[in-house]
């Protein structure tokens, strides 16, 4: 158990649909990743957070959004959905901002189905 | 970007020790060389990292070269749960927010 939690572990909806992906990061993490994994990409940086501000962006598509909340959990929000936005999204948490030492620790994702 | 190559599966016995092997030819002077694996869908899970130094944790043993263009991850003595995809990933120095997945090699522990 990483102390990293996500919820909810599956979601399944429509095409077009909205969803929000939630992350509590681990206590005293003040940064975090999101990470999507597809069949055919591989797992993929979207975004990282920082204490409530953006740090760093990734391949992460326009109708996907995040943010960071002053208690520091994070929410993705991922709008028009597409049959290729079935996933496993993953959140990562870290103590600092990043860096060469500051590990990354995952939490168990969340397997988004789009219909 | 520092470049990372793995062999795409590995096979090793039960309470054997099992030698993942990594290159990284392109790595720079400060760039560190981390461990994850991934048991099946599960959450990537951090295993070890280091800079030039062996390192060793409860989990397994980081060995790199002294030239740094490659490393060893040692697992002393593997059990059937070991088995996962293991990834070798080189934190580039102008890039250290994000990790940078590879396709990783998938060890398959057997009885």
């Known amino acids: 158990d990483s102390g990293v939690t996500q919820t909810p572990k599956h979601l399944i909806t429509a095409t077009g649909q909205r969803v929000t992906l939630r992350c509590s990061p681990r206590?005293?993490?003040?940064?975090v990743y999101w990470y999507q994994q597809s069949l055919d990409q591989g797992l993929q940086f979207l975004i990282q957070?920082?204490?409530?501000?953006?740090?760093a962006k990734g391949n992460i598509l326009e109708r996907f959004s995040a943010q960071q909340f002053p208690d520091l959990h994070s929410e993705l929000n991922l709008s028009s959905l597409e049959l290729g936005d079935s996933a496993l999204y993953f959140c990562?948490?870290?103590?600092?901002?990043?860096?060469?030492?500051?590990?990354?620790?995952f939490g168990p994702g969340t397997r988004l189905t789009v219909l | 970007d520092a470049k990372t190559t793995q062999p795409t599966s590995m096979d090793c016995a039960e309470g054997r020790a099992a030698n993942l092997p990594c290159n990284h030819s392109?790595?720079?002077?400060?760039?560190?060389v981390y461990w994850y694996r991934q048991i099946h869908s599960q959450g990537p899970q951090y295993i070890i990292h280091?800079?030039?130094n062996n390192e060793t944790n409860e989990m397994a043993s980081l060995i790199i070269t002294e030239d740094r263009k490659s490393s060893t991850l040692i697992l002393p003595h593997a059990t059937l749960r070991d088995t996962a995809v293991y990834y070798c990933?080189?934190?580039?120095?102008?890039?250290?927010?994000?990790?940078?997945f590879g396709t990783g090699t998938r060890l398959q522990v057997f009885p």
């Open positions: 392109t790595i720079s002077g400060n760039e560190y």
């Open positions: 990933i080189v934190r580039v120095a102008k890039d250290t927010d994000k990790l940078i």
């Open positions: 957070y920082y204490n409530g501000e953006e740090r």
């Open positions: 280091g800079l030039k």
């Open positions: 206590s005293g993490d003040l940064s």
């Open positions: 990562a948490s870290s103590v600092e901002g990043g860096g060469s030492t500051d590990t990354q620790y």
